[in-house]
């Protein structure tokens, strides 16, 4: 039987501005052969409305459409990576039990999961996932709780080792190094200790909100795609366009001890 594989569909970025969050996430497509042999295809996090069109238009450059996919996963329930749900349907969504109840009732400082976040996922056919889980032969659900509180990423296990497709776990590469989340909405001892299973167990890393890599003997990170983005509606010249490499401060929601 086939290896499974994977491909970036829609690049993650982490893009910041002083105006707002760009939240891009990766876009990924797993497909192999279920138990039976039949071919299957997983989608893994379908990102936010403004990315609808440019998903769409990854599929048909495949071949595909919405309806070729036989299953939907988040990795997580936060805005910038469910609100595409409705494309897929007619499909099973899989989410871990815990997000599913935590979405019922988010935190009231929990702004990457607004209040309707439930309503949404409820209209769709959800299927519970779990540690161990498997979706398709070389493809298994880890729990890598912290981010948030039903964080999961997919394991596979590829031709070339194990590919661990981690959502917010891990937002992007340097996380891999610091240890440290940029974000959590749920334990923060947790979120970093997703992180060291995550970095222990995998050969290649598909982040959130940036490309997949490795990690060389040297602790360095090697990436596995070049980096490719292009702004449009503004200019280098513009007036008053600053550019900076600076990231963020790590944040930890206000309020965590309250959440059951």
Not at 51 to 68: E, I, S
Not at 99 to 107: D, G, I, N
Request: glycine share 8%; hydrophobic share 40%; proline share 7%.
């Amino acid at each position: 039987m086939p290896a499974p594989t994977i491909e970036v569909l829609l690049d993650g970025y982490s893009l910041n501005t002083d105006a707002g969050l760009a939240a891009m996430c990766a876009v990924l497509l797993i497909e192999g052969p279920d138990a039976s042999g039949r071919p299957t295809r997983i989608l893994v996090d379908p990102a936010h409305v403004g990315r609808r069109t440019f998903l769409q238009d990854a599929l048909a450059r495949r071949g595909l459409t919405p309806r070729d996919i036989d299953q939907v996963v988040l990795t997580h329930a936060h805005w910038d990576h469910v609100q595409n749900i409705d494309v897929f349907e007619h499909c099973p969504l899989l989410l871990h039990p815990l997000e599913r109840q935590y979405c019922r009732k988010p935190h009231r400082n929990d702004w990457a999961t607004p209040a309707w976040t439930g309503d949404i996922l409820e209209r769709m056919d959800i299927a519970e996932i779990a540690e161990g889980q498997e979706l398709i032969p070389g493809v298994t659900v880890v729990e890598l709780t912290g981010h948030t509180a039903g964080s999961v990423g997919i394991a596979v296990t590829t031709a070339e080792g194990v590919a661990l497709l981690t959502g917010d776990a891990l937002h992007y590469a340097s996380v891999a190094l610091t240890r440290r989340n940029p974000l959590v909405f749920w334990d923060a001892a947790q979120a970093e200790a997703a992180i060291d299973r995550a970095v222990a167990m995998a050969d290649v890393i598909y982040p959130g909100h940036d490309r997949p890599f490795r990690l060389t003997a040297q602790g360095e990170i090697e990436y596995q795609r070049p980096f490719r983005l292009t702004l449009t509606g503004i200019g280098r010249d513009q007036e008053g366009l600053n550019f900076t490499s600076a990231t963020r401060q790590p944040w930890v929601m206000p309020g965590l001890e309250e959440q059951w």
